[in-house]
């Protein structure tokens, strides 16, 4: 198995983008008041407590290929809890509002930090909101300074605004209300990160469509694609209250 293997997809399991240290800008850890002109967008995102999911998640890069388990678990707004495994498990991940915790079985090796440690260590600035709005396929909202600019196009509703140096772009299908593309694009750079959403199925008990596909897409201006694809298998929302087991093993070595 690649070494660099276990991050990759977690890097890939959170929807991440290596292409530029600016693609997603830095923000707070709370979440931002709506901006004007926001009660004019149409999507209708996922209301949870507890949500389970589990699938499979593929990796296409130039240097790897390769398909593995994928397992996450969510308390909305509070606590992230993801593994990866191809056959063992490879990576656990436990990431709060203000903590980051990943514990790398192969290499026995753990990490351990704030969003700032994280950021450091794929080279991408990360929030816990926008983490769980990707991976929810939920709309992103513009900072409450910003105004989007809107546009319904038939049955899609397009929206747009810039925030740090990136244009933000969403895609929302008005007959499920629900985001089917984030696109978000660095100027300075023309680095290109977009998300894709497909294959809805209602969730109970709210019935809102929850897409079963994920297509992740970086693409740098200068290098070459890289995708994700995620395909979901069973997705349970609020059945159970959810433990989010983590404990790093003993004479584990912490990455700094």
């Known amino acids: 198995m690649n070494k660099c293997f276990p991050l990759v997809l ?7 983008s290596s292409c530029s240290s600016k693609i997603f800008p830095t923000k ?19 209301d949870f407590r507890y949500l389970k999911a589990k699938g499979k998640i593929k990796i296409d890069m130039p240097q790897l290929q390769q398909s593995a388990n994928l397992n996450v678990r969510m308390r909305k707004d ?26 790398n ?30 991976l929810l396929g939920n709309y992103l909202p513009a900072e409450a300074s910003t105004t989007p600019k809107i546009n319904d196009q038939g ?4 929206v747009e605004f810039q925030e740090g140096g990136v244009l933000i772009t969403q895609l929302i299908e008005l007959t499920r209300n629900r985001v089917q593309q984030i696109k978000l694009a660095e100027q300075q750079t023309q680095n290109l990160f977009t998300v894709d959403f497909s294959d809805f199925r209602p969730l109970a008990p709210s019935a809102v469509p929850f897409a079963y596909a994920v297509l992740v897409q970086a693409q740098p201006a200068k290098g070459k694609l890289a995708t ?13 209250r959810l433990s989010f087991p983590f404990s790093v093993p003993k004479g584990y070595v912490r990455k700094k």
């Open 105 to 134: 079985y192969l290499q026995k090796e753990y990490y351990a930090g704030d969003y700032a440690y994280l950021s450091r260590l794929l080279n991408v600035p990360v929030t816990f909101d926008r983490v769980q709005a990707l």
């Open 228 to 240: 994700a694809t995620i395909n979901y298998r069973n997705i349970d929302v609020d059945q159970e």
């Open 155 to 158: 049955a899609m509703q397009q």
């Open 28 to 46: 707070s850890a709370t979440t931002p008041a709506p901006a004007k002109g926001s009660e004019l967008v149409k999507a209708k995102n996922l």
């Open 78 to 103: 509070s606590a992230i809890w993801l593994s990866v495994s191809l056959g063992i498990e490879g990576v656990r991940a436990y990431i709060t509002r203000d903590s980051v915790q990943v514990i």
């Open 10 to 16: 977690l890097w890939m399991g959170l929807l991440l």
